[in-house]
């Protein structure tokens, strides 16, 4: 179902994110060149598109090729009345927590965590559940990507076919 609202990128902003999740250390000028529109045009929509947040040009590491292939989930249940501070300033302290989320049902946070191999994911969750905030924790443990983390296919329903 299409929202009515309008999107915050265009046709233009679209193909720049896809020449750069094309090629990623692809110049302003090559850019500009590639998508047949001036110099200047592929700065400004960068620079909105980093200003407001919509792209961000941070490194996508592989845990797996840094020697953590292990993914596990942990859903954490927190004691009522202790609030997230303690849980996430620990979660933050650790390497290995890769992303964290609060949630509604029965857990509280769901956790993404990597670790070199289950003797290691011991000692993650471990780190994990050091504060007395956490009540309990259950882990399931990923045995394959079979849809890797994307947004593209995101960005092309956001701005919808071309007119």
Same mark, same amino acid.
Request: glycine residues 8%.
């Given at each position: ?17 896809? *020449?750069?999740?094309?090629? @990623?250390? /692809?110049?302003? &000028?090559? +850019?500009?060149?590639?998508? !047949?529109?001036? =110099? $200047?045009? #592929?700065?400004?929509?960068l ?16 845990? *797996?090729?840094?020697?953590? @292939?292990? /993914?596990?989930? &942990?859903? +954490?249940e927190?004691?009522? !009345?202790?609030? =997230? $501070?303690? #849980? ?13 989320h ?18 290691h +994911? ?18 399931v ?23």
């Amino acid at each position: 179902m299409m929202s009515t609202m309008t999107t915050p990128v265009d046709h233009l902003d679209a193909a720049l994110v896809h *020449a750069l999740s094309r090629a @990623p250390r /692809t110049g302003v &000028l090559e +850019l500009s060149r590639v998508l !047949g529109v001036a =110099r $200047g045009t #592929v700065q400004a929509r960068l620079d909105r598109l980093l200003g407001r947040g919509l792209l961000r040009l941070e490194p996508d590491l592989d845990p *797996a090729a840094l020697g953590y @292939p292990v /993914t596990a989930f &942990l859903t +954490l249940e927190l004691h009522q !009345g202790t609030g =997230r $501070g303690a #849980v996430t300033e620990q979660l933050s302290g650790i390497p290995q927590v890769l992303e964290a989320h609060t949630t509604t049902g029965s857990g509280d946070l769901l956790v993404r965590v990597v670790a070199r191999d289950n003797t290691h +994911l011991q000692d993650v969750i471990d780190a994990v559940v050091a504060t007395p905030a956490v009540a309990r924790t259950s882990t399931v443990i990923a045995l394959q990507d079979v849809v890797r983390h994307r947004t593209l296919p995101l960005l092309d329903e956001a701005v919808g076919p071309r007119g």
